[in-house]
């Protein structure tokens, strides 16, 4: 009689796991495949100085508010182009115009997380500047948000500070976060 109600108690509990989607759940799969096509991205944040040779922050003379906004183009292999304009500081990055002169690469993670490398000018002649992002994609890839971990320019390009020298390129101390939205085109327009 007991083996007859453990059997019974089991064969419910099965139904319920199955019902409720706990026995079919997996685990994100992600790959540099996920992310394909444009996506329009948004960046705001602040460059707070620089990171110094002593690996201190040495803080800028002035706040550096920075607004952006690009369109990125995933080619599904880990690679992609950039277009962005925006400002510094309150003053417009490249007069004001959207600079086209970038490329990147990107790593995505079976769990949906990864980070992208932005390079300022083309492979041929890079402009110097290098922005790491970490990301994270969500389940339909209509979505990117991240942050960035790490800027350098070249030392011409660093922000004045109150103290402090950096190196040669220059890193700079950052706290910027990005979203990016997949650009869906339906029908004719």
């Known amino acids: 009689m007991k083996s007859k109600s453990l059997t019974c108690a089991a064969a419910v509990a099965a139904t319920l796991l199955s019902l409720s989607g706990a026995a079919h759940a997996k685990d994100p799969t ?4 996920t992310l394909r096509g444009l996506y329009g991205f948004s960046a705001q944040g602040e460059i707070l100085g620089i990171i110094g040779t002593d690996g201190a922050v040495h803080y800028a003379k002035s706040r550096l508010l920075l607004n952006d906004v690009a369109v990125v183009n995933f080619d599904a292999n880990g690679n992609f182009t950039r277009n962005d304009a925006g400002n510094i500081g309150g003053l417009p990055k490249s007069g004001g115009a959207f600079n086209s002169v970038q490329f990147g690469t990107y ?8 980070t992208m490398t ?5 492979k041929a002649s890079p402009a110097g500047v290098v922005l790491v992002v970490n ?40 706290q910027i976060s990005f979203e990016g939205k997949k650009v869906l085109a339906y029908g004719f327009r």
């Open 30 to 33: 992600c790959s540099n495949e």
């Open 107 to 114: 790593n995505v993670n079976s769990d949906c997380t990864g």
């Open 135 to 174: 990301i994270v994609i969500s389940s339909d890839a209509t979505l990117v948000i991240g942050e960035m971990t790490s800027e350098t320019v070249p030392f011409a390009a660093a922000p004045p500070t109150v103290d402090g020298t950096c190196g040669n390129p220059c890193s700079e101390a950052v």
């Open 118 to 122: 932005i390079n300022y000018g083309t």
